[in-house]
């Protein structure tokens, strides 16, 4: 069984910059030596994903941006029913800024709809590592997302759940995105059992969403990444279909082997080879989720 995903498929992670630094500058301290490569544009991602269509996009704002998301917004703004994002805010800093709440629903009013926090191990630690969301502006982005139906997407380490579990329990309806399934890897073979216990726990709180992907490095690295089957299964029993979104992290850091045929690869071992997927669980997964939270608003 498949489902026919031409034009339907929405990508739920990918990193987008461009070369053009005249018109988008790097933020102070980056350097063109930083960047992953010379540029990531929706034109470099169609280039291996237009065999299967017109496919829709939310793109992460890039680090070297920073707080400056002119790139991904003149791309909505250009094409809104194509793209979405996912915007960053301070959560926490030292210099005099609006308010992260503000900031969230300004920007939502242009096409983002979640907004990227960084686990204590993703970024410099300060205060008590074991509850690095215990500070009055992350109450506030819980509380905004809350009221305002827009997402936190969470790059953590698996085992800092304990501290969003909590904050997940004081705020239940703000929806939560996992990225790259929170951490959880098949290295040398071996099943991340109690990464993937940690994970399918936080399935317990009606709004946490989790992204699926890089499939491309989750295990063994080699299409068509049969070896994901199992932990792809214990998370879409725990979580749904509904509350769970394909992404490729096109752009990233960890690049695909061979783009061209890797990438259909990913959406095939959703579409393809997991036989425990109805059709309706791989229109969930491949873009329903993301269309619903992303697009039909």
């Known amino acids: 069984m498949s489902i026919d995903v031409q034009d339907r498929l929405i990508d739920a992670h990918i990193h987008a910059w461009t070369d053009d630094f005249?018109?988008?500058?790097?933020?102070?301290?980056?350097?063109?030596?930083?960047?992953?490569?010379?540029?990531?544009?929706?034109?470099?991602h169609q280039a291996y994903s237009g065999q299967l269509g017109k496919v829709r996009i939310n793109l992460v704002q890039m680090t070297w941006y920073g707080l400056d998301h002119s790139y991904i917004l003149d791309l909505i703004a250009a094409?809104?029913?194509?793209?979405?994002?996912?915007?960053?805010?301070p959560g926490v800093c030292d210099i005099s800024l609006?308010?992260?709440?503000?900031?969230?629903?300004?920007?939502?009013?242009?096409?983002?709809?979640?907004f990227r926090v960084r686990g204590g191990i993703c970024r410099q630690a300060f205060g008590d590592v074991s509850r690095w969301l215990d500070y009055p502006t992350y109450d506030e982005m819980f509380e905004v997302g809350a009221e305002h139906n827009?997402?936190?997407?969470?790059?953590?380490?698996n085992q800092e759940l304990p501290d969003l579990e909590r904050m997940c329990s004081r705020f239940p309806d703000t929806p939560v995105i996992l990225d790259h399934v929170c951490g959880c890897?098949?290295?040398?073979?071996?099943f991340p059992e109690e990464q993937i216990q940690n994970l399918c726990a936080m399935a317990r709180h009606r709004r946490v969403m989790v992204k699926m992907g890089p499939l491309h490095a989750l295990g063994d690295g080699n299409a068509p990444y049969l070896d994901l089957l199992p932990m792809i299964k214990r998370i879409v029993d725990s979580f749904g279909p509904e509350r769970c979104m394909w992404e490729s992290d096109s752009g990233g850091p960890v690049r695909m082997k061979e783009p061209q045929t890797d990438f259909p690869a990913a959406v095939a071992l959703i579409n393809e080879?997991?036989?425990?997927?109805?059709?309706?669980?791989?229109?969930?997964?491949?873009?329903r989720t993301a269309e619903e939270f992303f697009f039909n608003r």
Not at 79 to 89: A, I, K, N, Q
Not at 150 to 157: Q, R, T, Y
Not at 185 to 190: A, D, F, L, Q
Not at 278 to 286: H, K, M, Q, T, V
Request: aromatic content about 12%; proline content about 8%; hydrophobic content about 40%.
């Open 185 to 190: 890897r098949i290295k040398e073979g071996v």
């Open 150 to 157: 827009l997402a936190l997407s969470f790059l953590m380490a």
């Open 273 to 287: 080879h997991a036989d425990f997927l109805s059709d309706g669980d791989r229109e969930y997964i491949l873009y």
């Open 79 to 89: 094409e809104p029913d194509r793209f979405v994002g996912t915007g960053m805010v």
């Open 22 to 44: 005249e018109k988008y500058p790097l933020m102070p301290g980056f350097t063109r030596e930083d960047l992953w490569r010379p540029h990531f544009t929706p034109a470099d």
């Open 98 to 114: 609006s308010s992260p709440g503000k900031n969230m629903v300004a920007l939502a009013q242009k096409g983002i709809y979640a």
